[in-house]
């Protein structure tokens, strides 16, 4: 199994618009957090925030199976403009043959559904959006919802697990802690909010940490970084990562899970 991280930078983002600080002017691009994970023809992404469109021309994405929602904070859900618009330029008959040549499964909560349809109503129609509370599988990747710390009840946020064969990841970039506990996965990556140590914070550090003990994944990489926000460079942002031991996510990192 293939995972990308196609975003590590907090709402924000580096750099940060009309801002020329040093920390922005010397930082490598930090897009919102999403997640693209691939095994063999099949491809999910997690997240679908306002840098969506160049996330996924920069991998060569071009072809997504289903797009999952962590939850409808407008850095985790405004690439949901881009999607549409794909389906509905043209004339009515481009717009049909557009979105059988694009169609793609779209996964969110009733309250993510909910802010929809308050936000943009006519989406509804269009994009179809389904909730499986317990899980779902999209080609052989068993993708399941678990609940985390982060404006609830208003937002029902959720983190994903994505497992195929022995391999597995988890996602969850915005969260103070685990509502029922650590995904119940054996996890050779956990990518999560990591505001405390390397951005601003959702949390207090304790809190993290104890999340990335529970959680027991082999490797666990640090999203909601940013430079601009925290008045530091990328070197410092490192360092208070590895003192925790946790790696400090970079756009595009790619890893590869062993499914046995």
Sequence with gaps: MRVTLLGSGDATGVPAALCDCAYCARSARRRRPALLVEQGATTV????????????????TDAVDAFLLTHFHRDHADGLLALLQTLRSGTDAAWNDARD??????HMSPTATDHLRETFGYFLDLLEPTWHSDGTTVGPLAVRPFPVEHARP????????VEAG???VAYAPDM???VDGPPDADLD???????????LNHGTEEELLAAVEAADADRTVLVNATEHGRAEHTSTLASRAAAVGCELGRDLASYSLDDG
């Design 176 to 178: 103070r802690g685990f």
């Design 166 to 168: 022995e391999a597995a």
């Design 101 to 106: 040549a694009h169609a793609f499964d779209l």
């Design 154 to 161: 208003a937002y029902q946020t959720v983190g994903f697990t």
């Design 45 to 60: 992404v997690l997240d679908v925030g306002p840098d969506l469109t160049d996330q996924l021309r920069t991998t060569d």
């Design 189 to 199: 990556l956990l990518v999560c909010d990591g505001s405390p140590v390397v951005g």
